[in-house]
């Protein structure tokens, strides 16, 4: 209970595409807003982008919001993240994490090199 698991991530070249899942092992799953950040190395976590309840869906960074689209599928109580045109500055651990509880993923790594 409590548990969330990411998976999805790996090497892409820039400009490529990746989609990140991110399965909940939670009572009441809908009814959370769920979030992606990440963490580069020598850098703060960040909110990446956030879903509430109702789907709506929000980035802190207007850039990220316009290649990257976050979503949930309540039936399977998962948490999706799509990335497209990834950069290299994109290169972190994405971590999911349900919002204003401490739970979190264990993080996947994303590297966006040529």
């Known amino acids: 209970q409590g548990q969330l698991v990411e998976s999805g991530g790996g090497l892409v070249q820039p400009g490529g595409s990746l989609r990140l899942s991110c399965t909940a092992s939670?009572?009441?799953?809908?009814?959370?807003?769920m979030g992606w950040f990440r963490q580069a190395p020598g850098k703060r976590r960040e909110l990446v982008a956030r879903?509430?309840?109702?789907?709506?869906?929000?980035y802190p960074d207007p850039e990220l919001g316009g290649r990257f689209a976050i979503s949930r599928d309540t039936t399977t109580k998962t948490l999706y993240l799509q990335m497209n045109n990834l950069k290299p500055e994109d290169t972190a651990v994405y971590y999911c994490?349900?919002?204003?509880?401490?739970?979190w993923g264990r993080g996947t790594q994303v590297t966006v090199s040529s």
């Open positions: 994490h349900v919002i204003e509880t401490s739970y």
């Open positions: 939670i009572n009441n799953f809908a009814n959370y807003a």
């Open positions: 879903v509430n309840n109702l789907g709506y869906q929000y």
